[in-house]
């Protein structure tokens, strides 16, 4: 036996309760195929094509993302205008401006990252402000959260949005300000996925986000598709996933079970939305909000068209995944499997809540009875948790303490599964790890180790990956990542700082921030 890559010289954390540490890994073709305490006996042993000397560096398995909006991440950053640093409504229309002198008359303006949180107007831009910067393109700003969206009247004119429709905001006068939410910003991403998505785009944004993927150590993503984003989307990513540098599980965002079968996936949804968000207004709460008496957001399901889906999603052996980010769409969902689960029952159907943010306590051990993977994204907390942030405004003192409970999941014995939910906030998994050690709430802070298994081990299990994914361990696939320090030994507010230096797919590099021998 000879091997094709052998890794040494540094600490290698694998993950594997039966050897936690080791001090080489052998690599053949895409496997692992030796895990040893002893680097020099193995380098004597046998013949190796190549070492990889890591001179002090850490290796992980490599991490895995559960909930990435993958397309979208590399439509924004292909075509997109960043928001995410305006502070001013101003500096938003200049940077629409910018763009609109860039490109040709009736191109379409994507902006992205938006946040009137951070605005110093604490507002949206009106569909006057937007056309007065780009009066001869269509505009379209999406709220960082993907739940609202402000429109120029172009866009507004092409949409056949008005004043009176569900979800369209108005000024006192009753007239339309170009802001949309919930099932009206729905309606108006999917027309314009219609528009904008191509053969050609898919192929494009695809690569690009796969890219950036690869940059922050990621080796798998959960690539949540279709739905909103048009039937080409997923149709490119099933025949031509293999030929990106990251793997992707794909998750067709329809309630189509027929379709989901014929396209060979045993699973279905992702994204499939029970309410909207926290910052759009739209999560749906039992009490109103606490900066917005008029709003206790919204269900877009009844009941019975809810667990009709759900069951028979689920008596066709697909695993469900669905977004449900207030305590009430939480309820609602729960109750959904619930019932499917007692009238058709099957063992290990590891049916997913995607964010799972604001549940009740009685939520959280019902997750846990039915066996639930929680699939959760802690740097939501990072840029939004805590009684001094957004969802502290929203929620009040009492109830921010129940938003993003992963320490109180893990402690029921819930699987609980890492995400960035990208393009909300980047896939960044070392940023999910530094807010799940940090977490503004301290009852729900975790260890380090147990933070990157949320990207590890247990993301693999969400995806029913665990006998080849999440660890360093003999037949698994050599899917690693390197960094430049060990995030359980240095000050927990350094973790998101961790330089990335290699990320490693099935014993390819495919990328790199420097040169080991």
Avoid at 121 to 143: K, W
Avoid at 470 to 494: N, T
């Amino acid at each position: 036996m000879y091997l094709d890559i052998l890794i040494t010289g540094g600490k290698i954390i694998t993950l594997d309760p039966n050897k936690p540490e080791a001090a080489a890994v052998g690599i053949k073709d895409d496997t692992i195929a030796l895990v040893e305490d002893s680097a020099q006996s193995l380098h004597e042993a046998m013949p190796v094509a190549k070492h990889i000397d890591l001179r002090g560096a850490v290796l992980l398995p490599g991490f895995i993302d559960t909930h990435v909006h993958l397309l979208n991440t590399g439509i924004y950053q292909l075509l997109g205008v960043d928001c995410t640093v305006a502070l001013t409504i101003t500096e938003v229309l200049e940077h629409i401006s910018k763009k609109a002198n860039a490109i040709h008359t009736g191109d379409w303006i994507l902006g992205y990252g938006f946040d009137h949180e951070k605005i110093k107007e604490r507002r949206y831009p009106t569909a006057n402000e937007l056309s007065e910067a780009a009066p001869y393109n269509p505009v379209f700003v999406q709220r960082r959260d993907g739940h609202s969206a402000a429109l120029n009247w172009e866009a507004m004119k092409l949409f056949k949005i008005s004043a009176g429709q569900p979800g369209v905001d108005t000024d006192e006068s009753g007239r339309a300000i170009g802001v949309v939410r919930g099932m009206a910003n729905t309606k108006v991403i999917e027309k314009l996925n219609r528009i904008l998505v191509t053969p050609s785009l898919c192929e494009r944004a695809y690569s690009t986000a796969a890219l950036e993927a690869l940059k922050v150590g990621l080796t798998t993503v959960h690539a949540l598709v279709g739905g909103k984003q048009t039937d080409l989307s997923t149709s490119w990513l099933i025949e031509n996933g293999l030929t990106l540098p990251v793997r992707t599980v794909v998750y067709d965002e329809t309630t189509d079970v027929d379709r989901v079968k014929a396209e060979g996936l045993n699973r279905i949804g992702g994204c499939l939305l029970i309410d909207g968000s926290v910052g759009s207004w739209t999560a749906a709460l039992y009490e109103p909000y606490s900066d917005n008496p008029s709003s206790s957001g919204v269900l877009y399901w009844d009941d019975d068209c809810l667990f009709q889906f759900i069951h028979k999603a689920h008596q066709e052996g697909l695993q469900v995944s669905m977004h449900a980010i207030g305590e009430r769409a939480i309820d609602q969902l729960l109750s959904a499997y619930e019932k499917a689960i007692k009238k058709s029952p099957r063992w290990d159907h590891r049916h997913r809540v995607e964010h799972f943010l604001f549940p009740t306590w009685e939520a959280v051990d019902k997750a846990a009875e039915l066996g639930l993977v929680l699939a959760m994204q802690p740097a939501f907390e990072y840029f939004w948790g805590g009684v001094g942030n957004m969802y502290g405004s929203r929620l009040g003192p009492e109830r921010v303490t129940r938003t993003k409970p992963i320490r109180t999941a893990l402690q029921k014995g819930i699987r609980v599964a890492g995400g960035s939910d990208s393009y909300v906030t980047p896939m960044w998994p070392l940023l999910g790890i530094h807010a799940t050690v940090n977490h503004p709430n301290d009852a729900q802070r975790i260890s380090v180790l147990q933070a990157i298994e949320l990207f590890t081990t247990n993301a693999a299990y969400a995806a029913f990956e665990e006998d080849k994914k999440g660890m360093i361990k003999r037949g698994y696939l050599a899917d690693f990542v390197i960094l430049a320090e060990d995030p359980r030994v240095i000050p927990s507010a350094k973790i998101k700082d961790i330089s990335v230096l290699m990320t490693i797919v099935g014993g390819k590099l495919v990328y790199s921030a420097c040169h080991f021998r």
